[in-house]
């Protein structure tokens, strides 16, 4: 008895420590009163603590580096305090309608940044996050003088190639819905493509259809491994790209789309040609893809909606801006909103893609024909039938900034929500504690 005792114990120990959590480390911000409801010139109290979890314990040498920025351009506030000295409570005010942007870092007693676990990695522990001043008074840059005729001349090009599937090959059949390969013809250099998804049995105007479109991406498309039995949906390339190649053809593929050594969409000297730049052409295949799902026998002939994050909610924002009928768009961070705010008016925005030297693309250099591609411009166009649901929009979002997406809810004459979340970044959540999230409704 006693050695089954012991061993039960042993056995006990050992598990324990296989479970035992390791030390999670996060920053957590908040302001005292609602983050996007404060006046220009009040005072912004914003707090910042260090939350931890798990077995381990925080070092007294660790130290903090903060600062806030606001899109009035005053001079930055900076500090650098140790963690004993947390939570720490920064005031600022804002002179004009914008967001002030406030970030922290953690470092360990030799200046090296402290890591965290995060899934299978480490990361550094960082903090991105803000507050709003009067933002329905945030001032839009002017769009270009022709914007309609511009996409009327779109359109035109696009009727040019009648549209017809070149391809609809099924791959698989899930047991909840027939997956197929598809191919459209397109203007532009290259036709639709993406996976379409059909419920077995789908009879005849019986179903919703919906367009998924993807965020800023040099990969593949993956075949959808869920899928929906009430809906069909198509699963749309941002790129045109072939589907089911290999590693080989994408990496050549996207190696190709450069231009000046910058990532498809990131050139300015591309975006200077807006008739024949990589977002005129995605801007097309987006207006395809819809008209290709109009056409199903099995559309209701009324619920016709687009999804998508950052990338992939501007294309919907086109779709629901340039194709009649769209009933609905459910989008979240949603890239190229007020491209010319950080250049005309001085508002916070990350840093620019700079070509070949910087390897992670966040931001397109401003130039005016951009406006053509600028959801803000497009949010004025979506019809007032169309329902915009805007799940997400980070307070610490500067790929996304939240002036932006400021400015696209002001314009957007129908029915919409607005989901502002604290300590968020573009792809950044807080999971010790939850963001406070503050919602707009009209």
Not at 186 to 205: D, E, Q
Not at 279 to 290: K, N, T, Y
Not at 377 to 391: D, F, G, L, M, T
């Amino acid at each position: 008895m006693k050695k089954f005792l012991l061993l039960f114990f042993t056995t006990a120990l050992i598990l324990s420590g296989v479970a035992a959590e390791p030390l999670q480390l996060e920053f957590w911000g908040n302001t005292d009163k609602p983050s996007i409801y404060y006046k220009t010139g009040e005072k912004i109290r914003f707090t910042l603590e260090l939350l931890h979890k798990g077995e381990g314990t925080v070092s007294p040498d660790w130290v903090v580096k903060w600062s806030c920025r606001g899109d009035d351009g005053k001079a930055e506030l900076k500090g650098t305090l140790p963690v004993a000295k947390m939570p720490h409570t920064i005031e600022t005010t804002l002179d004009k309608p914008g967001f002030i942007w406030v970030t922290a870092q953690l470092y360990d007693k030799n200046g090296k940044p402290v890591l965290t676990p995060k899934g299978k990695r480490k990361i550094p522990v960082e903090y991105t996050g803000g507050a709003g001043a009067a933002i329905d008074q945030i001032k839009a840059v002017p769009e270009p003088g022709d914007f309609d005729e511009f996409w009327k001349g779109m359109k035109k090009e696009l009727a040019s190639v009648p549209l017809r599937v070149i391809e609809k090959k099924q791959i698989q059949d899930n047991g909840i819905c027939d997956i197929y390969a598809m191919k459209i013809a397109c203007a532009g250099p290259r036709p639709v493509t993406g996976y379409l998804t059909v419920p077995k049995g789908a009879k005849a105007k019986s179903m919703p259809v919906r367009a998924e479109f993807y965020g800023y991406s040099w990969r593949k498309i993956p075949v959808p491994k869920k899928t929906s039995a009430d809906r069909i949906t198509f699963y749309v390339s941002a790129h045109g790209v072939e589907l089911g190649q290999n590693k080989a053809y994408y990496d050549k593929f996207f190696n190709d789309l450069k231009s000046n050594g910058h990532t498809q969409g990131l050139d300015p000297e591309d975006n200077r040609k807006p008739g024949k730049s990589f977002l005129s052409f995605m801007s097309l295949r987006v207006m395809r893809a819809m008209e290709y799902l109009k056409t199903l026998p099995e559309w209701d002939g009324k619920t016709l909606e687009a999804n998508g994050g950052s990338q992939g909610g501007l294309q919907s924002v086109w779709a629901a801006s340039l194709v009649p009928g769209v009933s609905r768009i459910n989008v979240s961070i949603i890239w190229c909103c007020d491209l010319g705010g950080a250049t005309v008016y001085g508002r916070l925005c990350a840093p620019v893609s700079k070509g070949p030297s910087q390897t992670v693309p966040w931001r397109m250099a401003y130039v005016p024909e951009l406006g053509y591609f600028d959801a803000v411009n497009h949010a004025k166009r979506i019809p007032e039938s169309c329902y915009v649901n805007i799940i997400t929009a980070g307070l610490g979002d500067y790929i996304s900034p939240p002036s932006g997406l400021a400015l696209f809810y002001k314009n957007v004459r129908g029915k919409a929500l607005l989901r502002y979340l604290q300590n968020a970044g573009h792809v950044t959540r807080s999971s010790i504690r939850k963001g406070k999230v503050f919602e707009l409704k009209k």
